[in-house]
C-alpha cells in the first residue's frame, strides 16, 4: 500500500504501530485499510456493511470500490478539502502545519465526534474500539504529532 501522504511511527524494535493520514485518522486500525491488507472481497464486504450501519456508503456502493488506495491527492478522500490543504503545504497532515489546528481540522474533529455518538448506537463494543483508534482519536494523534513538530522547530 502506498500511502504518499502519512505519517508512520515505529515502536522501538521498528513494528509500525501507527499510520497517520492527512485527516488523523489512523490506517494501521482502518477496517478497510486492514482489509485491502489482506486482500479478500469477504473482509472488504464486512467493511461495507460496516460502513452501511454507519451510514457512510448507500447499498448499491460497489464492494470492490471499498479497496483502500492510500492517501494521495487524486484518491477520493472523505476530507478532500484537508487533502487539498496538506498537499499545497506539502507536509504530510495537518499535526505538521505551523497553523494546526486550523478550522478544517477542526471541522473534521467535529465530523468524527458526529460519527462516534451515532457509532455508539449501531456498533458492537469490540467494533467501537477499533473505531476509537482508527478514526476517533484525530485530536490525539494530531496535538502529540504537532507537539512534537514543534519541539523539532524550537531546537
Known amino acids: 500500500m502506498n500511502h504518499h501522504l502519512c505519517t508512520i511511527e515505529n515502536d522501538e524494535k ?50 470492490q470500490n471499498m479497496v483502500c488506495k492510500g492517501c494521495m491527492p487524486e484518491n477520493r478522500c472523505a476530507y478532500p478539502e484537508i487533502c487539498s490543504c496538506v498537499s499545497e503545504k506539502a507536509i504530510e497532515n495537518c499535526g505538521l502545519c505551523d497553523e494546526y489546528p486550523c478550522e478544517l481540522i477542526k471541522g473534521a474533529f467535529n465530523r468524527s465526534d458526529k460519527l462516534k455518538s451515532h457509532a455508539a448506537k449501531v456498533c458492537t463494543q469490540e467494533e467501537m474500539e477499533m473505531l476509537q483508534k482508527a478514526f476517533f482519536s484525530k485530536r490525539e494523534y494530531f496535538d502529540g504529532i504537532h507537539q512534537k513538530h514543534q519541539n523539532n522547530v524550537l531546537k
Request: proline share 6%; charged share 20%.
Open 14 to 63: 521498528g513494528t509500525v504501530v501507527a499510520i497517520i493520514g492527512i485527516c488523523g485518522d489512523n490506517c494501521a486500525y482502518c477496517p478497510r485499510y486492514i482489509a485491502t491488507q489482506k486482500g479478500g472481497i469477504q473482509e472488504l464486504e464486512n467493511v461495507k456493511e460496516l460502513w452501511l450501519r454507519l451510514g457512510l456508503r448507500d447499498p448499491a456502493f460497489p464492494v
